[in-house]
């Protein structure tokens, strides 16, 4: 799958996992912080867990540690090349 | 106070436009828009219970200072989030669990959500008894101001329609098979009901106020009882308040349409209110646990000089009505009796 289609799918799936009211695909710019003051989700720890939860069921990959997680969902990039590098479907 | 409903009561000026005759076997609330009430990273995570609690709840808990605890009847509370935890269990074999569907799960998490939104760290409790929830909460309350540990509190009853819970209800029987609408529900005269939800909150405070309109003077409940034993109940009861059948100016009965059950207010009212004024409120809302919070928004609502629709008039008497006795019980089983009158 191109990085572009893969990145569309997450971005929906982000949408529906978190429950985001009125955002769509198009509102998630791919190098925006998912986190953190600078970005506009206003996403929370909670949130945070939901997508580590979202990798696992998804794409059967899971992070137990913090400061990879962390890296990982910095935007939608890092996820995506998460994926690519380590899922064996996607 | 404040309640959503199935009908447009989420307003100052209620029922204006009539009420609005449903149609399907689920009434569903009309929720109002929480942009701009609840956060909105808040908002996505909310069940619908703890949205309505919320939305109902959180006016009342800015308009009012000095809300000493929050006790809401809930018997499902966000059951809809509970179901997809449990399917979660097993769907994903005991593995990771998303957080959001497990704090969600509980019924107190309209009663939690509303003491940290408000920042009331006072008493927080929430009674889940099914169908004398409500009437438990108000005992409670009742309780904590007699005992003097409290002097203002939210007071609510809210409850969720699950599709899941109304299957499992359809299949052994509690909704109606065929299709009739609110006009008739009532009379129809067949077996089942259907299925409502709501929240009702009220700010209740120990001692009369210039702003008070409405007082609770006592509440009773009794389970599996037989059509006399109710009867004795609800004389036992006005004695007890040093009151009579004759003491009682209008009578709220939960009609439900289910002619299984509904010979419980039929013989109650032959029995000791025959010249009452009567009152229905299930043909606006449909059936649910905590439905008598309704009865008592409808009450609080008279009391407070609003008009209540032709349709929630059973008998007229053209007499004030300054005193009323609300009976209501879920499927026969569990029975609850509110006393109400103008303070």
Known sequence: MENKALKEK??????????LIDVEPDDLQDDSPLFGPE?????DSIDSVELLVLLEREYGLKITDPKEGRKVLEDINAMTDYIVTNAENY | MSCISPQETYCEEIFVDGVEVLTEKQYWAKEPKYKG???????RRMSKSVRMGVGTGMPLIKKYNDIDGIIIGSANGS???????????????????????????????????LALLGKIRGYNNTHVNNGIAFESAVLD??????????????????????????NVDVLRGMFKKEDVDSTNLLFSGTQGTVSGEGASMFIVDSEKSVDSFAKIVDV???????????????????????LSPDDIDGLFLGYNGDNRT????????????????LFVFKNLVADFYTVSSFAMWLVASLFNGKN????????????KINRVLIYNHYEGTQHGFILMERP
């Open chain 2, 308 to 319: 209540l629709p032709k349709e929630t008039i059973l008998r007229n008497t053209n007499k």
């Open chain 2, 79 to 113: 059951i809809k989030k509970s179901i997809s935890f449990l399917n979660q269990i097993v769907e994903y074999d005991e593995g990771t669990l998303t957080p959001t569907d497990f704090v969600q799960s509980t019924s107190n998490s309209i009663a939690g959500t």
């Open chain 2, 262 to 277: 509904d010979f419980y207010y039929d013989f109650l009212q032959n029995q000791l209110f025959q010249d009452k004024a």
């Open chain 2, 141 to 166: 309350a009742l309780l904590l101001f007699e005992e003097g540990e409290a002097k203002r509190l939210l007071l609510g009853g809210v409850e969720e329609i699950s599709q899941a819970n109304y």
């Open chain 1, 39 to 43: 970005g506009d989700l206003g996403l």
């Open chain 2, 220 to 242: 009773n409940q009794v389970c599996f009882p037989s059509k006399e034993e109710v009867v004795e109940r609800a004389i036992a009861f006005l004695e007890n308040n040093n």
């Open chain 1, 10 to 19: 997450l971005k929906k799936q982000i949408i529906e996992y978190l429950n």
């Open chain 2, 37 to 43: 009430m609840i956060p909105l990273n808040l908002l």
